[in-house]
């Protein structure tokens, strides 16, 4: 790999985190309303596969999203306008943390239910399969979707119809609380297996590697040779969302947190790439980040009496809570 | 069926972003489907393996992208499995993505009701649940509707649900006139003028509520609304009729409790000029449809309980 081209995947893992933790500090301060599930240590992933897609390539996200989003390619003013409810966000105010998704940008919506991507992405990929100009498919989720049925039908229909999609299970060992080995009979990648599907595990917490399995998955996928699955270990540095972290919910072995969090993937490419190189991205960052921040305080609410605007995308007369 | 057969074969001739997809439809099961995959081919009607909620969720994404998936469910009750992928999923994406997607899919329920000695889990009619979570919703009561009102869905940019009663799908009572115009959403249709009550038919029913009105005819004089597209709801045209006659009477394949029928009552009792209380006519609370024909009989609404309550409502 380049020095231009680790330094670019560096940029990304850095945006997001100083993204997240802005925003998780904003969630807790209550300037975010509900809350976030954010991305932080996971980077890795979200970042080396999207750094194997296009524009033209089109992604399913999560509730855990901000991460995708970004690494897709998504303004972090518009991102963090959302998730102040404002007009300036990608979704106008109406989405929200788990729902914000710039869509011209191939994100078929980050999604609040898990699992519920797969399918979504299935379909999607059938589409791109017939237009027939190479264009693929990435569904993420977590461990905790492989207990959701829908998304092994999922595979299923991804793979007696050949589909161009990648399915990236971000394997961060919980699901909310309950410990992998305790909600996941077998293993992920070999579930995925009996599919028929190719399916590779990588350390999550090495962009590197993902990147290079992604590359080598995806061009499986442009090539015909149907879906493909990959499995990335990772972990959370924080809690499941902003709440528990608020709550000081924390459930798991403080020991471990420490481990992983030694495992840092931005600490670990920055490494490779040298004290001035990093010191020079992390400020632009946090430049990007600020200006963000500025950005997404200042643009403007939406109207209450718009609450219902987008309902349809056709027409429908909606009738009042309340008829005088 | 013959003319929703029509309507899909129209549509995807008319369209070449419509796909059809589902369990069976390439052999044409249900009848409705039958033809189109010698016509159209596999690139266009998918033959599903039996996974309700993904297939349908894949029909989310097709949409996203610009197709019109048209998916077939062939029991009714399946709806009750793909409850989170019509309501939570395809749905709500128009308003939480702020108008940057529409998923324009049509759900078509091929056999919606009793169809005698199907029992328990194939016999229910739940389109006031789609009602109720704001799904554009359509129950045709005769085969000109089901024509015009299944290409108007497939039309539409957001998702639609189109219930077709078995009652209906099997009879040959009503003939198919091969009419081939198109039917509105949202537009009811006052299928008998009258002064007397105002019945609202609603499916199988609007064939129950003529046959009614016309062995009462001597004695009064019955309009009977047809609202064909049952959410969003033709309340104008419900104002106008029962505004003239002052009393109403729903009759409506759906549970008592929070049925369709509930709600055109209470909008009626809120809204409109009665001069007698309304009535339903429906299944009991919480109906399971037994098996024996004649304990079905006895909980699916029929011309009697209309009659009965007709005669209640005009004191007769």
Same mark, same amino acid.
């Not at chain 1, 991460?67 to 929200?96: I, M, Q, S, Y």
């Given at each position: ?324 | ?17 419509? %796909?059809?997809? /589902?369990?069976? *439809?390439? #052999? ?6 039958? @033809?189109?995959?010698? +016509?159209? =081919? ?52 128009? %308003?939480?993505? /702020?108008?940057? *997607?529409? #998923? ?6 091929? @056999?919606?009701?009793? +169809?005698? =000695? ?199």
């Amino acid at each position: 790999m380049t020095r231009e081209h680790q330094m670019a995947l560096y940029r990304s893992m850095k945006l997001i985190r100083e993204f997240e933790e802005r925003c998780l500090d904003m969630a807790i301060a209550g300037e975010i309303i509900g809350g976030i599930h954010p991305y932080i240590g996971q980077e890795a992933v979200a970042v080396g596969v999207c750094s194997q897609l296009t524009e033209r390539d089109f992604i399913t996200s999560t509730h855990r999203g901000h991460g995708h989003v970004l690494a897709k390619g998504a303004d972090p003013r518009r991102l963090l306008a959302e998730l102040l409810g404002t007009l300036e966000g990608f979704n106008k105010g109406r989405g929200g943390s788990m729902h914000a998704a710039d869509m011209k940008l191939g994100i078929l919506g980050a999604n609040g239910i898990v699992g519920a991507g797969g399918a979504i992405g299935s379909g999607a990929a059938w589409v791109a399969k017939a237009r027939g100009n190479s264009e693929v498919v990435v569904s993420f989720f977590g461990d905790g979707a492989m207990s959701q049925g829908v998304l092994l039908e999922a595979f299923n229909l991804a793979a007696i119809w050949s589909l161009p999609i990648l399915f990236v299970c971000e394997n961060n060992m919980y699901a909310t609380s309950l410990k992998l080995e305790s909600g996941l009979a077998g293993s992920a990648a070999r579930r995925a297996e009996g599919f028929g599907m190719v399916a590779r595990t990588v350390d999550g917490m090495d962009v590197e590697a993902v990147a290079d399995v992604t590359g080598e998955l995806i061009q499986r996928c442009r090539e015909g040779k149907g879906p493909a699955f990959l499995e990335c270990s990772t972990y959370r540095f924080f809690g499941h969302h902003s709440v528990l972290e608020l709550l000081g919910v924390e459930f798991r072995d403080p020991d471990e947190v420490v481990r992983w969090r030694e495992r840092d993937p931005i600490v670990a490419l920055g490494a490779k790439l040298g004290d001035d190189v990093v010191a020079e991205i992390d400020e632009a960052v946090k430049g990007t980040i600020d200006e963000a921040v500025e950005f997404a305080k200042n643009a403007p609410s939406p109207d209450p009496k718009d609450a219902l605007m987008y309902l349809y995308s056709g027409t429908a007369a909606v009738r009042p809570g309340v008829i005088l | 069926m013959h003319a929703m057969n029509r309507a899909l074969h129209a549509e995807m001739a008319a369209d070449e972003d419509v %796909l059809l997809l /589902g369990e069976d *439809v390439g #052999v044409g099961a249900s009848g409705v489907t039958s @033809g189109l995959l010698p +016509r159209f =081919g596999r690139e266009r009607v998918l033959d599903t393996p039996l996974s309700e909620q993904a297939f349908t969720s894949f029909g989310t994404g097709a949409a996203m992208m610009g197709k019109k998936p048209v998916i077939e469910f062939q029991i009714s009750t399946l709806i009750y499995l793909v409850f989170e992928q019509i309501v939570n999923q395809a749905h709500k994406f128009s %308003l939480m993505t /702020g108008g940057q *997607v529409s #998923v324009p899919v049509t759900y078509l329920v091929a @056999g919606s009701g009793s +169809r005698s =000695g199907w029992a328990g889990q194939h016999s229910d009619s739940p389109y006031s649940l789609l009602a109720q979570a704001g799904i554009k919703t359509v129950v045709p009561g005769t085969p000109a509707d089901a024509y015009g009102l299944f290409r108007s869905a497939i039309r539409d940019p957001d998702p639609v649900a189109v219930f077709a009663p078995s009652a209906l799908l099997e009879s040959t009572a009503v003939p198919d006139s091969g009419a081939e115009e198109i039917v509105p959403l949202g537009e009811a249709n006052v299928l008998r003028e009258g002064g007397d009550l105002t019945v609202v038919a609603v499916g199988q029913h609007v064939g129950t509520a003529l046959e009614v009105a016309d062995s009462l005819s001597d004695r009064v004089d019955i309009e009977i609304v047809d609202p064909r597209t049952v959410y969003p709801f033709d309340w104008d045209c419900l104002r106008k009729s029962v505004n003239k006659t002052g009393r109403l009477v729903v009759i409506d394949d759906s549970n008592r409790m929070c049925g369709l029928g509930a709600e055109i009552v209470a909008t009626a009792a809120e809204e409109f000029d009665l001069v007698a209380p309304p009535r339903r006519v429906c299944r009991p609370d919480g109906t399971v449809i037994p098996y024996a024909l004649a304990l079905d009989k006895a909980l699916v609404p029929g011309p009697e309980q209309l009659m009965q309550a007709i005669s209640a409502t005009l004191k007769l």
